[in-house]
């Protein structure tokens, strides 16, 4: 089945400095990529749709400058948080859908950023 | 605009008993899918059960089915046999052709041995 590879799953990092997240689609390719936010005991919060080979589309409220996404290849897509707070401190998860028809999104095992 | 609702918070049940969660959603697609995600502690989403909205037939995974009913926007989870490994938090979701998913707010099972 399809496989989404994420990596850090844990990373802490001080204030002010910068955490790139990579996401993998690793047996097929993924035109669009999501990434989601998730605070402990919550739903997941819709941050971005990384397309590959343009810009990433942001939700509303989600600031682009904070978090750069970059989607440089069918399997590949970054986050990168930039200027990390004690307030980005959370769990992000990114998806992708194996462009075959209905099929369904396929998670990462998510990365916990803990920003001191 | 989409919408998912999950009503339930917190559901319990008894181990091999059957429960029932909650999901209505609202959108003006007409090419679209629902699913049931489980989110164990390991925080994993594990993709449960899907249906196609244009489809009549309800989704079934072996003990996971859904009660699908397009006209009152209503897609629940039936879980028989609960097990003590079905504890997590499920989440319905929704998405178009468009390809954004949007996710309700989860209910926690609870599943009591």
């Known amino acids: 089945g399809a496989v989404v590879s994420q990596h850090p799953s844990r990373v802490i990092c001080k204030s002010g400095t910068s955490v790139k997240i990579e996401c993998r689609s690793l047996?097929?390719?993924?035109?669009?990529m999501f990434w989601y936010r998730q605070f402990p005991k919550k739903s997941l919060m819709l941050m971005a749709t990384?397309?590959?080979?343009?810009?990433?589309?942001?939700e509303q409220g989600v600031e682009k400058d904070k978090f750069l996404i970059n989607h440089a290849s069918l399997t590949l897509s970054t986050l990168t948080v930039t200027s990390a707070h004690p307030e980005d401190s959370s769990f992000y998860i990114c998806?992708?859908?194996?462009?075959?028809?209905?099929?369904?999104?396929?998670f990462g095992n998510g990365t916990r950023l803990t920003v001191t | 605009a989409q919408t998912v609702t999950q009503s339930q918070p917190e559901m319990s049940v008894q181990e091999a008993e059957t429960v029932t969660l909650s999901c209505t959603y609202d959108?003006?697609?007409?090419?679209?899918?629902l699913f049931w995600y489980k989110q164990p502690p390991s925080r994993q989403m594990i993709l449960v059960i899907r249906?196609?909205?244009?489809?009549?037939q309800n989704a079934t995974e072996n003990r996971f089915s859904v009660n699908f009913q397009k006209a009152a926007k209503s897609f629940s989870l039936k879980i028989s046999d609960s097990q003590l490994g079905d504890a997590a938090m499920y989440f319905c979701?929704?998405?178009?052709?468009?390809?954004?998913?949007?996710f309700g707010t989860g209910t926690r099972l609870k599943v009591l041995a």
């Open positions: 998806s992708a859908r194996d462009p075959g028809g209905n099929s369904p999104l396929h």
């Open positions: 047996d097929f390719q993924a035109t669009t």
């Open positions: 990384s397309n590959e080979g343009s810009k990433a589309t942001y």
């Open positions: 959108t003006s697609e007409s090419d679209y899918y």
């Open positions: 249906q196609e909205a244009y489809k009549q």
């Open positions: 979701a929704g998405g178009s052709g468009t390809y954004k998913y949007i």
